[in-house]
Nanobody, 122 residues
Framework: VQLQASGGGLVQAGASLRLSCTAS????????MAWFRQAPGKEREFVGY???????SYADSVKARFAISRDNAKSTVYLQMNGLKPEDTAVYYC?????????????????WGQGTQVTVSS
């Protein structure tokens, strides 16, 4: 599976961004899609996931501000980020795991995209 992420950038605090990730090489319906992020000097951390059914789950730090959706016809997953804060600054990675089981640990991912930088200035 190849994952291509896009949509990062430099924004001011309070702004919104939408990241996209398009999957190819495997039936999209067989994938649980997730987003992780990694700030400089920190471990990669879970942001949220979405199952084929549309069921989502988020890290507490983003729950009220971020939303994940997927367009199964386009094999694309989105991360809508609202109310961005400087502490959201990180490289954001699209991730996928085959099957129906959701995951929150980076080590449980089967596939990774290349990452896209999000920088939030104060």
């Amino acid at each position: 599976v190849q994952l291509q992420a896009s949509g990062g950038g430099l924004v001011q605090a309070g702004a919104s961004l939408r990241l996209s990730c398009t999957a190819s090489g495997r039936t999209f319906s067989n994938l649980v899609m997730a987003w992780f992020r990694q700030a400089p000097g920190k471990e990669r951390e879970f942001v949220g996931y979405i199952k084929w059914s549309g069921t989502t789950s988020y890290a507490d730090s983003v729950k009220a501000r971020f939303a994940i959706s997927r367009d199964n016809a386009k094999s694309t997953v989105y991360l809508q980020m609202n109310g961005l804060k400087p502490e959201d600054t990180a490289v954001y990675y699209c991730s996928a795991r085959g099957g129906a089981l959701a995951y929150r640990r980076a080590g449980d991912s089967d596939y990774w995209g290349q990452g896209t930088q999000v920088t939030v200035s104060s």
